[in-house]
């Protein structure tokens, strides 16, 4: 009897960064990125986690992906958005 096929999930890196609004600030410069490493089957989902963990607009993108061995080491669960 064959076993369960499993899912194969990658580790994307996903950069989130604030919209800019209208207006100028004081100081002119854009707000530093965050990065999150979220374990997902495809990266459509990887970018849906974690703008879903966004409050206001933002600009999501895949920047990147870690090895598996880096994704052990870190202890990341599937799904579980982490800032790196």
Known sequence: ????ARSRYTTYLVSVTAER?????RSGRKPAPLVYAVMKP??????????S?????VA?????SLSTRVSKG???????????
């Not at 609004?21 to 600030?25: E, K, V």
Request: aromatic share 0%; hydrophobic share 45%.
């Open 1 to 4: 009897m064959p076993g369960r």
């Open 21 to 25: 609004s209208g207006g100028r600030g």
């Open 42 to 51: 495809n990266a459509e989902a990887a970018m849906a986690a974690v703008r």
């Open 53 to 57: 963990l966004a409050e206001e607009p």
């Open 60 to 64: 999501v993108a895949i920047v990147g």
């Open 74 to 84: 870190l202890k990341l669960k599937p799904g579980e958005p982490r800032v790196v």
